[in-house]
């Protein structure tokens, strides 16, 4: 089943076209890695697709149903942009934890503010409340750091925090993750507990698609490989094809130079 | 003699106290409200936000207490002196200005520190699906306390001194408690010992702020 269907996304910033028409599907279950040199736009796509840019052109497509399309971009409201995001969770490059909350509050801080009304009965409130807490132990524990419920950000290391960052993401219960370099802040020997971490995740069937410099994670992770290179889809295939049999002379160029040995 | 001294710089520094709390409770949401004014998106709101700005920081607020309190009556006829003859209109009147004075003050403390919160945490808050009230109460404004406590603590400081200007509309506060002792019997420690509760109150004030920051250093950030 198509989950996701991008067509024709552009974006300018200025007089820089960084995006000059992506277009993608993906099945449910898939996961998708982005790869290209910086400045190719890989993260200003997934910007886009979570709607922190919005795009000049083309459409969003999730479950058949169009939820955005640029030509109609002036009349969506806020409150529309709001709800739409929700199909997409997004873990950041510099994770972007909250510094003032500890882990568990981290986690737990958006779904409260989601289902919580003002007007509920204290009981209810309270019912939600100890729901939502199960649920982000349980998201911490499929990240393996049950324990760090209570420490603050400052007193984890990037790559705890990064995981937090992607349970985080999990409570909001969306469709499709998006990872932006989601190892690109962390020291070398970090790296792999994250990555283990979204391995677990396609495991267990989750959507995703990682934007990513890690090429041994590409390959060994991803369904498919997308090699983007100014700002459109150079070439986009299973990793087998990506990365033993690029058909394009960039892709080629991109992979020796990132060190990929063939 | 002692005792009277003391029992009238009381009588002054109750005044001090009420002109300084007051101020601080309409200043420090209203400096917010200026503060997204100074921000706004919206050109012309910017502006003439920043203008205001300009003109109450650029002028004495000596100068902002005699405009407000004699402006009015002066210039557009009695009729249209709104804070009275008595004494609680002389106070509001400070009231007023002092508010008015220090929310432009506070709205730039504001500012500053709200555009050093990482853009990040506002897409955090946003991808997380936040409303932008949400994301700049649940996660955005603690972090900009934290930021500001120091400069904050400087500001509200000086407060505690320029309640004294605010007997140039003859309300009567601590200095003008003191000073009233060199006309009635030439006595000038009165005066000096006014320093005396100024230090104590910000001494106080020193720790409670000192408070606050240990308070928010469980976390950095």
Partial sequence: MTC?????ITKKFGDTKVLRGISFEMEKGEVIAIIGSSGSGKTTLLRCINFLEKCDTGSIT??????????????????YIRKSRLNFGMVFQSFNLF???????????APELMQIKRKMPDTEKKNIRRQIKEEAYELLKTVGLSEKAGAYPCELSGGQQQRVAIARAL??????????EPTSALDPELTGEVLKAIKSLRDAGRTMIVVTHEMEFAKNVADRVIYMSDGIIEEIGT???IFSDAQSEKTRAFLQKSNYEF | MFQTVIMSLNEGFLKT???????????LPLGLIISFGSMSRFRPVKWFVKTIVWVVRGTPLMLQLLIIFYGPGKIFGTQFNIWGTGDIGRNVAVCVAFIINYACYFSEIYRGGIESIPRGQYEAGQVLGMTKSQVFFKVILMQVVKRIIPPMSNEIITLVKDTSLARII???EIIWAGQSFIKSSGAIWPLFFTGIYYLLFNGLLTVVFGYIEKKLDYYRG
Wanted: proline content about 5%.
């Fill in chain 1, 4 to 8: 996701l269907e991008i067509k024709n």
């Fill in chain 1, 62 to 79: 999730v479950n058949g149903t169009e939820i955005y399309n640029a030509e109609k971009r002036d009349q969506y409201s806020d409150n």
């Fill in chain 1, 99 to 109: 510094p003032q909350y500890d882990v568990l509050k981290n986690i737990t801080l």
């Fill in chain 1, 171 to 180: 409570a909001m219960k969306p469709q499709i993750l998006c990872f932006d």
């Fill in chain 1, 239 to 241: 990793p087998q094809q």
């Fill in chain 2, 17 to 27: 106290l009420e002109i300084f709390f007051l101020t601080l409770l309409g200043a």
């Fill in chain 2, 170 to 172: 003859l309300v009567y």
